[in-house]
């Protein structure tokens, strides 16, 4: 456990890093309730339930699932992910009957890129793979709400 | 800030207190994941954002959306909730096209209760309230699973 570098947030103490990665997240949560949605973010700790998969944002909007896992980049590139990450998000929104998404916002430009799940590469049992080129065909926030506020299904929805 | 009696849960200290009301949401939400509900529950500050309303709970199961607040009594007695809690849950089941609930844990016998918040009493512009016979009548957890994976609305349940 990590103990210096702190920084309150509301009643809790945590790393600097776990306040910028929830900063990130943050912002997501906030720009989907804009659009209407229903959001609500992971707790910090998911500790003690291990075998819960929690994504780092979960957004509704009238029965609509989407479930997210939040990644940053400073600039376009190649993004890798740990199988046991895609697969409980896989887990989770087969339960919530949504569909699954890597959120990745590009820091400098405060763009977010959605790509769904099903498109990563599988580069082994234990990794899965962004490449650089399917990164910059992600699908822009602005996007991804209208295909969830639409009829498609977002599966459908072709770049 | 209180930070006395302080508590370790995974990478980040709470009080006491808190540490007992995430343990009441965490058992709420082992129980419905174990029903094949995708479940989340709210972070523990959400003070940056405090116009995006997270309900404690959030559960989904196939596109049928329950958000609930989580309060717990140790014996049957009437239950006062904040106005400003009940808009807040409206508002996030409204977006969410889901129902919300007050889910109440009888402490002593592990029960969970169910009320639907279109049952709370309105005292006043500021309160509402559950009176101890309207608790007395709420709905077990497993009578909640079994009407969400029904065909039936939650709100159609007569208990």
């Given at each position: 456990m990590k103990r210096i570098n702190k920084t309150e947030l509301g009643d809790i103490l945590l790393p600097n890093s776990k306040?910028?990665?929830?900063?990130?997240?943050?912002?997501?949560?906030?720009?989907?309730?804009?659009?209407?949605?229903a959001v609500v973010r992971a707790p910090a700790s998911g500790s003690k339930a291990k075998r819960i998969a929690y994504p780092d944002v979960v957004a509704i909007y009238k029965g609509r699932v989407i479930a997210c896992e939040v990644k940053t980049v400073r600039k376009s590139r190649s993004i890798y992910l740990d199988g046991s990450q895609v697969d409980k998000l896989l887990e989770f929104s087969r339960r919530a009957g949504g569909d699954a998404f890597i959120a990745i916002k590009v820091v400098g430009s405060g763009t977010w890129l959605f790509i769904p799940i099903d498109k990563l590469e599988k580069i082994d049992s234990k990794r899965y793979k962004i490449p650089k080129e399917l990164l910059n065909s992600g699908l822009h926030l602005e996007a991804l709400v209208s295909v969830v506020k639409g009829v498609k299904r977002l599966t459908e929805f072709k770049e």
């Open positions: 306040v910028r990665a929830f900063q990130h997240e943050r912002d997501l949560v906030k720009r989907l309730w804009d659009h209407g949605f």
